[in-house]
């Protein structure tokens, strides 16, 4: 089982920058594929980005392709989510969410979750 904790959320204005971090707990933490989520008020959770156990795979949601960049550092268990050129429409709760088996790019079976961090975009 692994343990999740997301930090780096804020306040900042339209076209600035945020970098979101995950810390894992466990000495598995290469083993499990890793992914960001985010959820607006009023409306369903959304796949924002993933990446592979061994970093070497990204796969993005479209409209996040060439604003974020997800990456990890399996020696520190930890998870990133830079994020640039932010809009309005990017504010939202932003989860970190952790799976043991299966593809990293499947939006399903991620069964880890943190517990979210807050991001505001100022227009």
């Known amino acids: 089982q692994v343990q999740l904790v997301e930090s780096g959320g804020g306040l900042v204005q339209a076209g600035g920058s945020l970098r979101l971090s995950c810390a894992a707990s466990?000495?598995?933490?290469?083993?499990?594929?890793m992914a960001w989520f985010r959820q607006a008020p009023g409306k369903e959770r959304e796949f924002v980005a993933a990446?592979?156990?061994?970093?070497?795979?990204?796969s993005y949601a479209d409209s996040m392709k060439g604003r974020f960049t997800i990456s990890r550092d399996n020696a520190k268990n930890t998870v990133f989510l830079q994020m640039n050129s932010l809009k309005p429409e990017d504010t939202a709760v932003y989860y970190c969410?952790?799976?043991?088996?299966?593809?990293?790019?499947?939006?399903?079976?991620?069964?880890?979750w943190g517990q979210g961090t807050q991001v505001t975009v100022s227009s």
């Open positions: 990446i592979s156990r061994s970093a070497g795979s990204t």
């Open positions: 466990g000495r598995t933490f290469s083993s499990y594929a």
């Open positions: 969410a952790a799976k043991a088996g299966g593809y990293y790019y499947l939006r399903s079976g991620y069964d880890y």
